[in-house]
């Protein structure tokens, strides 16, 4: 598997727009393509590669002492193969070059897929919203 940084926010855009429109709408919440265009634009964005064809992309910003991932989308046929354990592998690696602290991330309360894989990693809810749970992972 490889990241690669791109300024192709597209793919990215109509992956996501395809996996979590259903979480929008189920949160009574409006997809904005352009807002989220906005979002990619402003953070470090990586398409996941396998074997040169896009499958995913992570999105993440650098804070003081931690990384946000505001973004981790896999096409489903990758789902549940050891490919999202990898990609956060890859996040955690980041973040302990940089000498950060911790990764924080929010997921939708209903999202399950995603929240046993945070889980599994050992992320921790740190804060639980109306539509969403934060979590946290301590780099040690």
Known sequence: MDYTPSDDVEKSLDLTEQLMLGYYREYGLDWDRGKRRELLDSVEH???????????????????DHIYVCDLQ??????????????MQ????????????AIKLSVFKSNS???????????????????????????T
Do not use: D, Q, T
């Open 113 to 139: 897929v995603a929240m046993h894989l945070y889980r599994r990693i050992g992320f921790v809810v740190s804060e639980e919203g109306k539509m969403v749970y934060r979590l946290s992972y301590e780099l």
């Open 46 to 64: 990586f398409h996941i590669l396998n074997k040169g064809s896009f499958i995913g992309f992570f999105a993440f910003f650098k804070e003081e």
């Open 74 to 87: 896999l096409s489903p046929e990758h789902h549940n193969k050891g490919v999202g354990s990898a990609v």
């Open 90 to 101: 890859h996040i955690i690696g980041i973040a302990s070059s940089l000498g950060l602290m």
